[in-house]
């Protein structure tokens, strides 16, 4: 074996020129949705809309009894301040869920 740095490990030519490192065949350009994520999109867009219509109706219900509490106290007024974060987690579930619908429409989730 000589020092060359032209040679394989074997002693003989290297069959790659000294390039870099190997590239990865480009992917096939990506086809649109299949009719089940569309279906599936679809359906999570009008779930995630019913839970945003209902966690922003009771979040601005609960918002309207926390001001009217103070003048109040006890009974379903202490219940306010709970209740509105559970409104809230209801909201923001809708909205991810309808985040998660529109991604299913636009052909990201597929393999």
Known sequence: MSDAP???PSGGPSNRPDQGPIQAPSPAPSQGPSGGQILLGIFLILFGLCLVLLGGGCTVVWIGMAFESS???GGLFALANP?????LAILAGGVITVWTG???LMG???R
Do not use: A
């Open 6 to 8: 032209d040679e394989g």
């Open 71 to 73: 003048q109040y106290g």
């Open 83 to 87: 209740l509105f974060l559970v409104s």
């Open 102 to 104: 529109v991604k299913f």
């Open 108 to 110: 990201r989730y597929s």
